[in-house]
């Protein structure tokens, strides 16, 4: 219609939790990272277990790239440990959205706390 606009903004959150799954761990980890990234936010990735040190090579390269210290963080820790983890950082007031790639079992879970942002 004349005379009539239509926008869409894109603006930062805040600290976005990434999860991606440890058999796509570098297409999915980088999905993870570069959409919040690209709408200014700062990210936490989770990785995953089984292969941390490949999703860890991204988190170089970014860090290589010139990524201002805290823009992006990488935590690992051992299978045993992650529920606990995942439920401590979806809890923290600065996280304010979750991306999680994986299981619809592990997904429910995840899902339920997350839903309180």
């Known amino acids: 219609m004349p005379g009539n606009l239509a926008m869409g903004v894109r603006q930062g959150a805040g ?3 990434g999860m991606a799954p440890w058999n796509a761990p570098l297409i999915l980890a980088t999905r993870a990272l570069a959409t919040p990234l ?5 990210v936490i990735l989770k990785g995953a ?3 941390p040190a490949a ?5 170089d390269a970014l860090d290589a790239a010139g990524f201002p ?10 299978p045993e440990d992650a529920p606990a983890l995942v439920e ?3 809890a923290h007031p600065a996280v304010r959205r979750v991306n999680f ?4 079992p592990v997904g429910r879970i995840i899902a339920a706390p997350a839903d309180s942002i």
């Open 88 to 90: 401590s950082l979806i």
């Open 101 to 104: 790639t994986g299981s619809t």
């Open 49 to 51: 277990e089984l292969s």
């Open 15 to 17: 600290v976005v939790l």
């Open 69 to 78: 210290p805290g823009v992006v963080n990488y935590l690992t820790c051992a």
């Open 55 to 59: 999703q860890g090579l991204i988190i």
């Open 38 to 42: 690209a709408c200014g936010n700062t």
